[in-house]
Structures are given as structure tokens and as C-alpha cells.
């Protein structure tokens, strides 16, 4: 973002941190490109693999050094991704630290917002630019590492270790919701910085209110969309759905009434012992592949809710505290 192309409160934030803004752009060009040659590696080492004729399937003598190296390289591969879905899943965190330490709480900690308070900028104009100049960045910089993240997940599939798309950390790096979290932490970072108006109490503050809400997103997840239940009369094999979340499997009586999945797994006569209770079949509550989509844009609305509610409350504080 050219400090040319900005006026006012705006254009002195990115001059402000404009070093810290040109180190996390660094830092995320060369996560994308780490990405990108490692997925390179990945594909010419599957490449090579195919030409030797040696099949994972059926290794055959000759071919066991061909076939570690080759399943060694997609195992780092899915590894590397994984470790880039923790990294988008704390970004948030660091997002909102920024905002309520070195962004907000330093400058109310040090009193020097009134040189800009005093040059003709309203404390409301003030904080306004505070939170645009990064939520501008923070919406673009986290769109396209989803977007990159998502591409690179798909690679695994492809692979002997792919990356399911209902594993906590990968589902929270790629769709909307990083962007929701991510602009949620802006939110509560500046409201932080305004309550407490100290940088490192304000910065503790945000990373706990960020990790209370993700915890419990996370544990409220598969309730956000209505599940798919599969049932096989007792006795079947239930055929567990592909590419899918289980969220519970137990069994079903005849009133429809549902029993544990641990219901007599302790009984020496497990057939015996469902009888008894009156157990008429099997069920599988999960959400297939299809409900990603569902879950996310559900989630993410969540999240701009709280992310409002936080910077009106931000600007409450601010107008009772400086009117």
C-alpha cells in the first residue's frame, strides 16, 4: 500500500509500521513460495518414482530405496502443510497483538495520540484509521493465504497422506474463517488497547479472549450445520462415509431411542447384550465433505458478529473516555 495513495490518520499508521508491514508482506511471499517449490519437489519426485516401473502397492526387490525416498518426500509434503495450518490458525493471534500493543495500547501508554488529536483529527477519525489500514491488509494478506493453503491441501489428496479437510488444523486455514478470526482479533485487539491502555496486559488480554473463542467454535463446530445420520440394521457392517467427520456412531432401539457407542462393549456377548437393551440398528452422525462449505460460511458469520459488536464497543469506549 503506497503512503502516496493515502490521506490523512491513514497514511501515518503505514508510515508509522510501515517496517513491520513490509516484514510480515516478506514473510508470507516466501511462505507461499516455500509452498509452492515444495509441492515442485513433490510432483518430480512422483514423476521420477513412475519412471523406475516400482509401485508402493507391490514393492518388489530392487525397489525399496526408490520407494522410501519417493513416499518420504510426500510424507514431508503433508507435514509442511499441516505445520503452515497451525502457523494460519496463531496469525490471528499476532493480528490482534499487533493491533493492541504496538498499534493502539503503546501509543494511549505513552499519551502520544494527542500530537494527532491536537493537529485537528477527532479521536473517533483516529481510531477509524487504526482499524481500516489493517483491516484492509489483514482481508487481503489472509484471503490469498487461504487460498493458497486450500490449493496446497488439495495437492495431498493425491498423495499416500492427505490432509482431511475436517482436521482442526486445516480446517481453520483455508475458506473464510481465517479471514473472520483474523479480522476478530483486529476487533478485540483495539478494543483491548482502549480498555486497558497498557501494550503488554492489552496484548495478554487479546491472545486469551482469541483462544477462549476459538476453543469454543472448535468444541460447537458440528453442531453449526445439520449433521447426516446413515443407519444398517444390527448385525451389518456399517460402510463409514469417505472424506467425511464422524461426529458419533452408536446404536439405535426399536422406539428409535439412541444408545452410546460403548453400550455393551464391555459384555462377553456384545449380540446378546444388544438384544437385551433393544438395539435395532446402527447409526453414523457426520458431515460429509459437502457441508464444508455450510460449516464455514456459518462459522465465519459468527465471527464478523462478534468482530462488529467488539469495534462498536471499541468506539463506545473511546467516545465515554474522550468526549
Given at each position: 500500500?503506497?503512503?502516496?495513495?493515502?490521506?490523512?490518520?491513514?497514511?501515518?499508521?503505514?508510515r508509522?509500521?510501515?517496517l513491520?508491514l513490509?516484514?510480515?508482506?516478506?514473510?508470507a511471499?516466501?511462505?507461499?513460495?516455500?509452498?509452492?517449490?515444495?509441492?515442485?519437489?513433490?510432483?518430480?519426485?512422483?514423476?521420477?518414482?513412475?519412471?523406475t516401473g516400482?509401485?508402493?502397492?507391490?514393492?518388489?526387490?530392487?525397489?525399496?530405496?526408490?520407494?522410501?525416498?519417493?513416499?518420504?518426500?510426500?510424507?514431508?509434503?503433508?507435514r509442511?502443510?499441516?505445520?503452515?495450518?497451525?502457523?494460519?490458525?496463531?496469525?490471528?493471534?499476532?493480528?490482534?497483538?499487533?493491533?493492541?500493543?504496538?498499534?493502539?495500547?503503546r501509543?494511549?501508554?505513552d499519551?502520544?495520540?494527542?500530537?494527532?488529536?491536537?493537529?485537528?483529527?477527532?479521536?473517533?477519525r483516529?481510531?477509524?484509521?487504526?482499524l481500516?489500514?489493517?483491516a484492509?491488509?489483514?482481508?487481503?494478506?489472509?484471503?490469498?493465504?487461504?487460498?493458497?493453503?486450500?490449493?496446497?491441501?488439495?495437492?495431498?489428496?493425491?498423495?499416500?497422506?492427505?490432509?482431511?479437510?475436517?482436521?482442526?488444523?486445516?480446517?481453520?486455514?483455508?475458506?473464510?474463517?481465517?479471514v473472520g478470526?483474523?479480522?476478530?482479533?483486529?476487533?478485540?485487539g483495539?478494543?483491548?488497547?482502549?480498555?486497558?491502555r497498557?501494550?503488554?496486559?492489552?496484548?495478554?488480554?487479546?491472545?486469551?479472549?482469541?483462544?477462549?473463542?476459538a476453543?469454543?467454535?472448535?468444541?460447537?463446530?458440528?453442531?453449526?450445520?445439520?449433521?447426516?445420520?446413515?443407519?444398517?440394521?444390527?448385525?451389518?457392517e456399517?460402510?463409514?462415509p469417505?472424506?467425511?467427520?464422524?461426529?458419533?456412531?452408536?446404536?439405535?432401539?426399536?422406539?428409535?431411542?439412541?444408545l452410546s457407542?460403548?453400550t455393551?462393549?464391555?459384555?462377553?456377548?456384545?449380540?446378546?447384550?444388544?438384544?437385551?437393551?433393544?438395539?435395532?440398528?446402527r447409526?453414523i452422525?457426520?458431515?460429509?465433505?459437502?457441508?464444508?462449505?455450510?460449516?464455514?460460511?456459518?462459522?465465519?458469520?459468527?465471527?464478523?458478529?462478534?468482530a462488529?459488536a467488539?469495534v462498536?464497543l471499541?468506539?463506545?469506549?473511546?467516545?465515554h473516555?474522550?468526549?
Amino acid at each position: 500500500m503506497s503512503t502516496l495513495a493515502l490521506r490523512g490518520p491513514a497514511r501515518i499508521v503505514v508510515r508509522q509500521h510501515r517496517l513491520v508491514l513490509w516484514t510480515t508482506g516478506a514473510l508470507a511471499l516466501a511462505g507461499i513460495a516455500l509452498m509452492a517449490g515444495a509441492w515442485w519437489w513433490t510432483s518430480r519426485t512422483g514423476d521420477a518414482f513412475a519412471g523406475t516401473g516400482c509401485s508402493v502397492e507391490h514393492t518388489v526387490r530392487g525397489c525399496g530405496i526408490d520407494v522410501r525416498h519417493f513416499l518420504s518426500v510426500e510424507l514431508h509434503f503433508s507435514r509442511l502443510v499441516r505445520y503452515a495450518g497451525v502457523v494460519m490458525m496463531v496469525l490471528p493471534a499476532l493480528i490482534g497483538v499487533f493491533v493492541a500493543g504496538p498499534m493502539i495500547g503503546r501509543e494511549l501508554e505513552d499519551g502520544t495520540y494527542r500530537l494527532s488529536w491536537s493537529q485537528s483529527v477527532t479521536p473517533a477519525r483516529w481510531l477509524a484509521a487504526k482499524l481500516a489500514v489493517p483491516a484492509v491488509l489483514t482481508l487481503a494478506g489472509v484471503s490469498v493465504l487461504s487460498a493458497v493453503f486450500a490449493w496446497a491441501r488439495s495437492r495431498t489428496s493425491g498423495t499416500h497422506y492427505p490432509a482431511p479437510w475436517f482436521e482442526w488444523e486445516v480446517y481453520g486455514a483455508m475458506g473464510p474463517a481465517p479471514v473472520g478470526y483474523a479480522l476478530l482479533c483486529l476487533a478485540l485487539g483495539a478494543l483491548a488497547g482502549l480498555l486497558i491502555r497498557r501494550a503488554l496486559p492489552a496484548m495478554a488480554v487479546t491472545v486469551v479472549a482469541y483462544s477462549a473463542v476459538a476453543v469454543v467454535l472448535n468444541s460447537v463446530r458440528h453442531g453449526l450445520w445439520p449433521l447426516r445420520t446413515d443407519t444398517v440394521p444390527l448385525g451389518s457392517e456399517i460402510r463409514y462415509p469417505s472424506v467425511a467427520a464422524d461426529v458419533a456412531v452408536g446404536w439405535v432401539t426399536g422406539d428409535g431411542t439412541r444408545l452410546s457407542g460403548t453400550t455393551c462393549t464391555e459384555a462377553a456377548d456384545t449380540a446378546a447384550c444388544l438384544v437385551r437393551h433393544g438395539a435395532t440398528a446402527r447409526y453414523i452422525d457426520y458431515h460429509p465433505a459437502s457441508h464444508f462449505w455450510p460449516l464455514q460460511l456459518v462459522e465465519t458469520g459468527i465471527l464478523l458478529v462478534l468482530a462488529a459488536a467488539a469495534v462498536a464497543l471499541a468506539f463506545r469506549v473511546l467516545r465515554h473516555r474522550h468526549a
